[in-house]
């Protein structure tokens, strides 16, 4: 039953970026993410007060941290989506598990004392090592075909959102070691959207209101917080490889919702990059695992 919870989970963040795409028609990065806060922040806390769990905290600096780092993720996110077909800018979000592999070896480097030990953290992490290796080479392949279409740069934006998305999943990791519940954390980086939302706003202005785009607003944040919710319940008794590795499957999703509803068009070397991104994320999600087996579920 618990993978059925993350499949679901990978289909609800999937049918949300779907709505971001449409809404990127009439409404900016920042003002997605600003309402996806404001609304997501008036759902989480309608469902606290339902289940009796208090909103206050003794960690305002580390919601604050993970807010921050996690805004950033996601108003990257939102303009890759924007602007690249909507399969390539999910699987560029789906790189965190790739970062998070990389700044384990770099870790190790940096702790690495040769005096002390026989073998280098090259030799002790080399599988953990090719998967990094394996997951850029899939970046590479997927943003090699877009130059042609000037896309080069929502590529690296896309790129940027899995890598903060890294940042803000170890602040998320932190966060449940000091006993912070789950939809409390939740609860907080939906006030950070707003309220960071709110901020960028003041720079990037605001567009011309449309009822056709913001209709996909409110879906938006509720497809958010069911994901999250759904992913959360996956983890609830302790996440195995299966059920870790099937959070991807919001890749498959990307990819059809992109086929299907856009009919956008990716070259076969895009595809390619795509699984290899897919492979690479499953194998890192497999190696943390024998080291942390119950690690949270990674959130968007």
Same mark, same amino acid.
């Given at each position: ?198 901020? @960028?706003? &003041?720079?990037? $202005? +605001?567009?011309?209101? !449309?009822?056709?785009? %913001?209709?996909? #607003?409110?879906?938006? /944040? ?47 070397? @895009?595809? &390619?990059?795509? $699984? +290899?991104?897919?492979? !690479?994320?499953?194998? %890192?999600?497999? #190696?943390?695992?024998? /080291? ?9």
């Amino acid at each position: 039953m618990d993978a059925l919870w993350m499949v679901l989970g990978a289909f609800f963040f999937s049918a949300m970026a779907v709505c971001v795409k449409f809404a990127s028609g009439g409404f900016n990065s920042l003002e997605m993410v600003f309402w996806r806060g404001v609304l997501g922040m008036l759902m989480l806390w309608a469902l606290a007060r339902h289940q009796r769990v208090s909103l206050a905290t003794s960690y305002a600096g580390m919601h604050l941290w993970r807010s921050a780092v996690g805004v950033t993720s996601l108003a990257a996110w939102f303009y890759a989506i924007s602007y690249l077909p909507l399969a390539t800018a999910v699987t560029l979000n789906y790189m965190s598990s790739v970062w998070i592999a990389a700044f384990l070896i770099g870790g190790a480097l940096i702790a690495w004392n040769p005096r002390q030990e026989g073998r280098g953290p090259a030799l002790r992490q080399g599988p953990l090592a090719l998967t990094v290796l394996a997951g850029f080479a899939g970046v590479i392949m997927m943003l090699r075909p877009t130059l042609d279409q000037e896309q080069l740069f929502a590529g690296l934006v896309g790129l940027l959102s899995g890598l903060t998305a890294a940042f803000a999943y170890l602040q998320v990791m932190a966060l449940g070691k000091v006993g912070e519940p789950e939809l409390r954390t939740v609860f907080y980086f939906a006030a950070g959207s707003a309220v960071f939302g709110a901020a @960028g706003l &003041l720079f990037t $202005g +605001l567009s011309t209101w !449309s009822w056709q785009h %913001a209709a996909w #607003l409110p879906p938006i /944040a509720v497809l958010a917080a069911l994901g999250q919710l759904c992913m959360t319940r996956a983890y609830s008794h302790g996440a195995t490889l299966v059920v870790a590795s099937l959070q991807y499957s919001g890749i498959v999703f990307g990819a059809v919702f992109s086929l299907l509803l856009f009919g956008e068009h990716i070259p076969l070397l @895009g595809w &390619l990059g795509m $699984g +290899l991104i897919l492979a !690479s994320g499953i194998a %890192a999600t497999a #190696l943390r695992a024998r /080291a942390a087996p119950n690690a949270p579920a990674e959130e968007h």
